[in-house]
């Protein structure tokens, strides 16, 4: 599976990007700020249908879009078919920026009916659910945030997780959007409750809901958890040469018996939720659930998060992630497409080269770097190699054919 073809209009800084890709190892370099990311952040939309780099999608749609709209296109190559995702979002109110920038002014608002949607998306030309779209191109992103993994928020190892079970299981998928429904509206009941304008016992419909989609979820993750540590602990040995083991370890927030049944387990959860009520509605928030999960990493039974040196913490990112890659493959029989945002500058020589030899044993490889001096002449010959300035992208010799 690869990006054969790419498109863009009005995305970010690209005002129009059309680009022929194939098999194999892509080096984008060029100073920062020129789009680099935003390419790879384009690349991953087509697969996930939302943005990794951006708080709400309507974010990518370029400021100075006349009609508002930005558009993506890719098509995907597999062994099956080919197949056309394409991505259009509207952004009906721009920012507006104070002082003179000699730039013409931005598109003003637009007013629109309620309920309009904010994005479509099609497969080979017709209108398609989101559901119905994730997934047809797989991708693993490796971006210096996600150096971050071991040390950084629980929300990001919940993403970890989610990103990769949303592409592989469609079930899953419709899990946590329902799930995230529920944990909405629980709260804004909760807050209802402590204020003394609703009765308790409309909790318990929707502890049935929260306790039914968790199990679902928890189920995956953890079944997800157990295959990384198959594949994750060999390439910790493999890059620490040796001296480290990898252990990753689900932290649920509800009490977990793996002797449970999937049905004990969802009476179980209702009874702990029953037993933290009166807490919950005090605080006006869910305090259990697969919201507040977490994910451990412990190398030579050391928590990373806690005592783990930034060298270790770093390699444990690294084989968790390229094993993320290896699980999506394994699961779905498809080679996901591996995009790597500058993460090079951020490894010492030694994970730097372990990551090198790795790229040209994946089907297609976009990388993005400041410049080439990272790259040893035995990778640099055989990639092929475009220089992004300004939103546009060109070879290191001229523009593209």
Known sequence: MYLSHLTLSNFR?????????????????????????????????????????????????????????SHLKGRIARPEDDVQVEVIVFDPTPPTFA?????????????????????????????????????????????PVDLHLVDGSPEERRRFLDRALCQINPHYCQAIVRYR???????????????????????????????QLANQIMYERNRMIEALNQLANPLQEAISGGREQLKLVYRPSFKLDEAWSLPEAQQQYIKQLHALRRKETLQGVCLLGPHRDDLEFLVNGVNMLSYGSRGQ?????????????????AMTGDEPVLLLDDVFSELDQMRRQYLLQEVFRHQQVLLTATDLDDFPPEISEKAHIYRVEHGKITLPTGPLP
């Open 13 to 69: 800084n690209y005002e129009q990007l059309e680009i022929s890709l194939g098999q194999g190892l892509f080096i984008f370099y060029g100073e920062n700020a020129q789009g680099k990311t935003n390419l790879l952040e384009a690349v991953s939309m087509l697969a996930t249908a939302t943005s990794f780099h951006a708080s709400s999608d309507r974010e990518v749609v370029n400021w100075q879009a006349s009609d508002h709209v």
């Open 181 to 211: 429904k529920v944990v909405t509206q629980r709260a804004a009941l909760l807050k209802r409750i402590r204020d003394h304008h609703e009765d308790p016992s409309l909790l318990d419909y929707l502890d049935d809901q929260l306790a």
């Open 99 to 143: 002082g003179n920038w000699n730039t013409p002014s931005p598109p003003k608002s637009l007013e629109l009916p309620a309920n309009t949607p904010r994005k479509r998306l099609k497969l080979n030309g017709v209108p398609r659910r989101t559901i119905d779209v994730i997934g047809q191109m797989k991708v693993v992103l490796f971006a």
């Open 313 to 329: 913490q770093r390699t444990a990112a690294l084989s968790a992630k390229l094993a993320e890659l290896a699980f999506m493959r």
